[in-house]
């Protein structure tokens, strides 16, 4: 069974900068896209950034020239660096598995102040 585990989210001041991680356990993660997704309060949750298994990244326009998407397949681990970060990037941030299935972390609390 996949388990992702995501960390690095807290609360910054606009301008700021954090580095998301997210950890997966099983052994399909090399083989796997993944993803950085996002859900702000009462809103409903929208891609951020993938990364295929080869590299390739996809960003959302919101997001191009601010974020970075990477991975580690050695450490089984996605990163997500936010720099430059506006107060309507708060959200809760979940990272996203794909291979065949889906699976999804728990979230982290990404909290940017004015």
């Known amino acids: 069974q996949v388990r992702l585990v995501e960390s690095g989210g807290g609360l910054v001041q606009a301008g700021g900068s954090l580095r998301l991680s997210c950890a997966a356990s099983?052994?399909?993660?090399?083989?796997?896209?993944m993803g950085w997704y996002r859900q702000a309060p009462g809103m409903q949750r929208e891609l951020v950034a993938t990364?295929?298994?080869?590299?390739?990244?996809y960003y959302a326009d919101f997001v191009k020239g601010r974020f970075s998407i990477s991975r580690d397949n050695a450490k089984s681990t996605v990163y997500l660096q936010m720099n430059s970060l506006k107060p309507e990037d708060t959200a809760v941030y979940y990272c996203?598995?794909?291979?065949?299935?889906?699976?999804w972390g728990q979230g982290t609390q990404v909290t940017v102040s004015s």
């Open positions: 099983g052994s399909i993660f090399s083989i796997s896209t």
């Open positions: 996203r598995m794909t291979r065949l299935s889906e699976f």
């Open positions: 990364i295929s298994p080869g590299g390739i990244t």
